[in-house]
């Protein structure tokens, strides 16, 4: 499995990783796991659908993140990214706290996977 990130995600990285410092770490273990089982896995991921392109597009829910570590549960970081089975690859898209954005930026997903 390879793995890909837009430009935007990896602004939102960038600026996730001033307030959360083990998000790298975190992203190795979501990679890790999402080498294994690519697709989505209710309750912690799911399709997004009604965006008018084939590509498979997933939103991760729970993605677990140590510097959120006593918060609960459902830390609160959402990731969004592409999945194309045939190429055995991944495209990650967005990255953001749900305090911060309700939903994903869904123009953001069909400007790149028209």
Not at 78 to 99: C, G, M, S, V, W
Request: charged share 35%.
């Amino acid at each position: 499995m390879t793995f890909d990130e837009l430009a935007e995600f990896k602004k939102d990285l960038k600026s996730l990783l001033k307030k959360y410092r083990t998000l790298h770490d975190d992203l190795d273990v979501v990679k890790r796991v999402l080498a294994v089982i690519p697709d989505e896995r209710p309750p912690f991921s799911f399709h997004i659908d009604h965006l008018g392109i084939e590509t498979c597009v997933i939103k991760v829910k729970k993605m677990a993140c140590k510097a959120l570590k006593g918060r609960g549960v459902n830390s609160g970081l959402r990731l969004i990214y592409a999945y194309f089975p045939d190429e055995q690859k991944i495209t990650f898209i967005e990255l953001y706290h749900k305090n911060d954005q309700e939903v994903e930026d869904r123009k953001r997903i069909t400007d790149h996977f028209k």
